[in-house]
């Protein structure tokens, strides 16, 4: 057991290497989620409608075309050095790899969103700092979700001639589930609900974290078989 | 109530869809057999 | 002689069925179009019901037998179960697709308006957008075990996704202000016993298409494989 932990770690730790190495995705996805809400703010008349009605569903679209971009190099960089050819010989089972590179996206995707969260506050004028504990816990909800279905989605259309173009499609429809739930409860966080109050949003979306990454490491396997 | 209209198309589509479905399904399935058909004369010269 | 097994197989039993299959659709359209009497409030549109409710039924199992056979392929990995999911998946796009054409038709003189985001259009289409993608990950793979075990995956996690679409999708309408309700809400409710009777012969007989339809296209599945394999020996024998 202490081993399969250790080969997740290795691979986590392997990817923060390469990124402090070369800073190229983090840098990317934070100015790219940068301009998809500078890009809803020059579309949308903020003086007419309200802030915290639109400004949740503008902050997640953001998140999750950021997140796209994360999730198509992740295992992009491993086929283009053979990398992945190499982690699949190592004699480790191959859930490692993916909650190896399951973590490594969050953790990636959670620290771009924590750079994102304060300008969003000063572009849309949304105090948030009082529903900063409920937030976060939606955030890392939605987070998780996307990147559970996203890791064993990338891992499969990396192998594809046009990867880029298809994660999205294969990708966006499955997310609409969570992602009507985490604007909802973002935007009656910010209306000041508590978040006791919405917890069939809780379990929607909990549940559909553990059952992907459920279905994640029973079919990891297949995909990952050469 | 004047809404024939709308039950003509809808049916229209539906049977439309339905029909080219299975015309295309006809079509392939008789390239297919052909394809077969050549495939086996070619290798029945080449075996005699 | 394989190719003959095959032709003998469908010979003989798709007949029967093209038989079957053409009397119920007949006898479900005597019933739509002369047997059933027309609904008081809604008009001759309502009659659109007895092919928006089935093609929805044959939808949504053609997804489930999507589902099916993709675990079952996984599980054992046969082709056969590929070629069976392959099929209700193609099926099912096509029918669902029939489902979001008729229903904006039927929704424009009842509602007023060519779509609402009513709980059920909006799962439908997300529905037709998920299995879409199931089948441009087909057409873009090429043939093999790799494309089988890709689409078998997105199959399961497709299909799992259905509960999560209809809650969120419930949840998500009960804040705003309910559409009318539509006639096909309350299911079964309240419903003419003729009525009934129609849409059970015109469920019936969608259900029966959809096995001929399947029968077609498997044979027609391993058809192809037929000439890859002859493709093959010839290339090696020459």
Known sequence: MNLYFNQIAAIVWKDFVTELKTRELLSAMFIFALLVILIFIFSINLSIVKASEVGPGVLWVAFLFAGTIGLNRSFMLEKENGCLMGLMLVPADRTTIYFGKLISNFIFLSIMELFILPLFMIFFNIEILEYLGPLLMVIFLGTLGFCALGTLLSSLSSNLKTREIMLPILLYPLLIPIVIGVVRMTGQLLEGVPLLDMMKWVGLTASFDIIYIGVSIMTIDHILEE | MDNFGFLFAANAFVWGGIIYYVYTLKQRNRELEKDLALLKEAIGKESR | ?238
């Open chain 3, 1 to 238: 002689m394989m190719d003959q097994e095959i032709n003998e197989d469908s010979g003989g039993e798709s007949s029967i069925l093209v038989w079957l299959t053409g009397i119920t659709f007949f006898a479900a359209m005597a019933a739509i179009f002369l047997f059933v009497p027309t609904e008081k409030t809604e008009g001759p549109i309502q009659r659109i019901m007895y092919f928006h409710i089935p093609s929805a039924w044959l939808s949504f199992f053609a997804f489930f037998i999507v589902f099916v056979s993709s675990i079952l392929f996984l599980w054992k990995k046969e082709r056969e179960w590929d070629i069976y999911a392959n099929a209700s998946a193609e099926i099912g796009v096509i029918f669902c697709s029939l489902v979001l054409i008729t229903g904006p038709i039927w929704a424009k003189p009842i509602w007023g308006t060519w779509w609402v985001w009513d709980a059920r259009l909006t799962s439908t289409l997300i529905l037709w957008l998920i299995y879409v993608a199931y089948l441009m990950l087909r057409a873009q793979t090429d043939a093999g075990s790799m494309r089988a075990r890709y689409a078998a995956v997105l199959g399961i996690v497709g299909f799992l996704n259905i509960p999560f679409i209809h809650f969120s999708v419930l949840w998500w309408r009960t804040f705003h202000p309910q559409p009318k309700v539509i006639s096909s809400e309350g299911f079964g409710k309240g419903m003419d016993p003729s009525m009934l009777a129609t849409l059970g012969v015109s469920l019936g007989a969608f259900t029966l298409l959809y096995f001929l339809l399947m029968g077609q296209r498997i044979r027609q599945e391993k058809l192809k494989d037929e000439i890859d394999r002859l493709k093959r020996e010839k290339l090696f024998s020459s």
